[in-house]
């Protein structure tokens, strides 16, 4: 499903409201590498992938569903 997805590069904002993390907690975990990497457009702006931003939603629910089904 992700595959037909229309691939887009998402500013911050977009990010925060599709995840709903915050955005200090989005740069933790891009400390910790636990998510999604964002592509350089300039010298200061950053954008990030919509299919790896749509991946990393669908894993934490199936991570969540796998834990419900123990």
Same mark, same amino acid.
């Given at each position: 499903?992700?595959?037909?997805?229309?691939?887009?590069?998402?500013?911050?904002?977009?990010? #925060?409201?599709?995840?709903?993390?915050?955005?200090?907690?989005?740069? #933790?975990?891009?400390?910790?590498?636990?998510?999604?990497?964002?592509?350089?457009?300039?010298?200061?702006?950053?954008?990030?992938?919509?299919?790896?931003?749509?991946?990393?939603?669908?894993?934490?629910?199936?991570? #969540?569903?796998?834990?419900?089904?123990?």
């Amino acid at each position: 499903m992700l595959e037909r997805m229309e691939r887009r590069l998402l500013r911050l904002p977009d990010v #925060r409201r599709i995840c709903g993390l915050s955005r200090s907690e989005i740069y #933790r975990r891009l400390a910790l590498g636990t998510f999604p990497r964002p592509v350089p457009l300039g010298e200061r702006i950053r954008a990030w992938d919509s299919r790896e931003i749509a991946r990393f939603v669908e894993d934490r629910i199936a991570a #969540r569903d796998a834990m419900e089904g123990q």
